[in-house]
């Protein structure tokens, strides 16, 4: 289905990523399109599933009031699964990948500061399978096309 995204698609679907409550009626006048047209579009995208759902992208503040780190994760050979379940209970995880590498997940975490990352990582460092793990702590983001627009 992606190959089947027009230009038309992928300017709608940048403008909803932007804001996803944008008014339908506003959507079309950026797109010099018909409303229904953009309905369309919309619903098909959702039926496709190219859309997958809407969600909550937090503000600047709450940013500002968060440490946020990246953890690389090396796991013992047969644990992976335990230590995605272990992880997965921690609220303070934002996102897991499998990457390649010397590491075997790469997760982003956000505490309300360093004492609450220093424990979490300790946590993290304790579950049964993890073997190693190594962490940078997000000083300031210099480039975020997902962020709100200003």
Same mark, same amino acid.
Do not use: W
């Given at each position: 289905?992606?190959?089947?995204?027009?230009?038309?698609?992928?300017?709608?679907?940048?403008?909803?990523?932007?804001?996803?409550?944008?008014?339908?009626?506003?959507?079309?006048?950026?797109?010099?399109?018909?409303?229904? *047209?953009?309905?369309?579009?919309?619903?098909?995208?959702?039926? *496709?599933?190219?859309?997958?759902?809407?969600?909550?992208?937090?503000?600047?503040?709450?940013?500002?009031?968060?440490?946020?780190? =990246?953890?690389?994760?090396?796991?013992?050979?047969?644990?992976?699964?335990?230590?995605?379940?272990?992880?997965?209970?921690?609220?303070?995880?934002?996102?897991?990948?499998?990457?390649?590498?010397?590491?075997? =997940?790469?997760?982003?975490?956000?505490?309300?500061?360093?004492?609450?990352?220093?424990?979490?990582?300790?946590?993290?460092?304790?579950?049964?399978?993890?073997?190693?793990?190594? *962490?940078?702590?997000?000083?300031?983001?210099?480039?975020?096309?997902?962020?709100?627009?200003?």
């Amino acid at each position: 289905m992606i190959d089947a995204l027009d230009a038309t698609d992928r300017h709608l679907l940048s403008l909803l990523q932007a804001n996803a409550r944008e008014p339908v009626a506003t959507l079309a006048r950026q797109l010099g399109l018909a409303r229904t *047209t953009v309905v369309a579009r919309i619903a098909r995208l959702e039926r *496709t599933g190219v859309i997958a759902g809407y969600g909550v992208r937090l503000g600047r503040a709450m940013e500002a009031a968060s440490v946020r780190a =990246y953890c690389s994760i090396n796991v013992g050979a047969k644990t992976g699964v335990a230590v995605m379940n272990a992880l997965k209970r921690l609220p303070e995880i934002e996102e897991v990948s499998a990457v390649s590498g010397a590491f075997d =997940y790469l997760v982003l975490l956000r505490c309300a500061d360093t004492e609450q990352l220093d424990a979490l990582l300790d946590h993290i460092g304790m579950i049964d399978g993890v073997n190693h793990t190594q *962490t940078s702590v997000v000083l300031s983001r210099k480039l975020d096309r997902r962020a709100a627009v200003a």
